[in-house]
């Protein structure tokens, strides 16, 4: 497919989404998008638009499909659009993929089986929930650093988070409305999380990683503090080293949350 094509493909699949065409024409247009298109992006396009629509047997069926489909990209979208539609009828297919090939789609997998299987539950740390907190999407000055790198930093802050006393990860979907209600009732402090790979370079005999962690009060997003962390990893660049270095990095800027956590939520969240 001609670059002409596959932009017009997906600025199609864009428009179906927000047009005013009956939810069975835009099911049946991306349904057939992510089964015949010969382009991989078409098609982990489709499986994403498909995760914002309202699910139906003809669209969980496709995306467990597209679950085995030959490119990664395509199968890590169609995990994410199950995750996001709580389709629990889909959890064996989802832990299947959990043995996959490709990295990226096992992390995924894991992430998506773990939220599938608390559907209506949430995710927590030890203890008592005192914090809700929401996780951005890192973002990156460094050069080096891919979108899937950013999008694994995310599950794997996520991860660390709940191993942290009275932490709560606010669910994706909860509006700012219902977050304020949320801490209101509940007596919480919220936080949100900006983060950033700053550095990732080669030095000396190892891969250095430098990354900062915006706090900031959630709903409301005034500055709480930040936090700023360091690791290096032995052996040559590669994509395993670079990974072991931002994650060490991550733990690193971790270690003060808990008391930035705890000095700060007297402030208020809103």
Do not use: C
Not at 121 to 150: C, D, I, N, W
């Amino acid at each position: 497919m001609g670059r002409w094509h596959l932009w017009r493909a997906l600025a199609l699949a864009s428009l179906l989404f927000t047009s005013t065409a009956t939810a069975n024409g835009r099911d049946d247009y991306l349904v057939r998008l992510l089964r015949d298109s010969p382009a991989f992006r078409v098609r982990a396009q489709a499986a994403l638009s498909l995760g914002q629509l309202e699910p139906t047997g003809r669209s969980l069926e496709a995306l467990e499909r597209a679950v085995r489909d030959k490119h990664p990209a395509v199968r890590v979208s169609a995990i994410s659009s199950l995750r996001r539609l709580e389709s629990k009828e889909s959890l064996p297919v989802v832990e299947r993929a959990i043995r996959d090939a490709n990295k990226s789609v096992r992390r995924a997998a894991v992430e998506a089986a773990a939220a599938l299987s608390a559907v209506g539950e949430r995710e927590r740390g030890p203890g008592r929930t005192e914090y809700l907190v929401s996780v951005g999407t890192p973002g990156a000055k460094a050069e080096r650093v891919s979108r899937q790198m950013l999008f694994d930093a995310r599950i794997y802050l996520s991860e660390q988070l709940l191993t942290l006393r009275g932490i709560e990860l606010a669910p994706d979907d909860l509006t700012p409305a219902d977050a304020k209600r949320e801490v209101v009732q509940r007596r919480l402090s919220g936080y949100h999380l900006e983060s950033s790979i700053v550095t990732l370079e080669p030095t000396g005999g190892g891969v250095r990683a430098v990354v900062s962690i915006i706090v900031l009060s959630y709903p409301g997003r005034d500055m709480r503090g930040m936090l700023r962390g360091a690791a290096t990893a032995s052996g040559r660049y590669s994509e395993h080293s670079a990974e072991q270095a931002v994650h060490g990095a991550f733990i690193s800027a971790l270690r003060r949350l808990p008391s930035l956590l705890e000095s700060t939520k007297s402030k208020g969240s809103l």
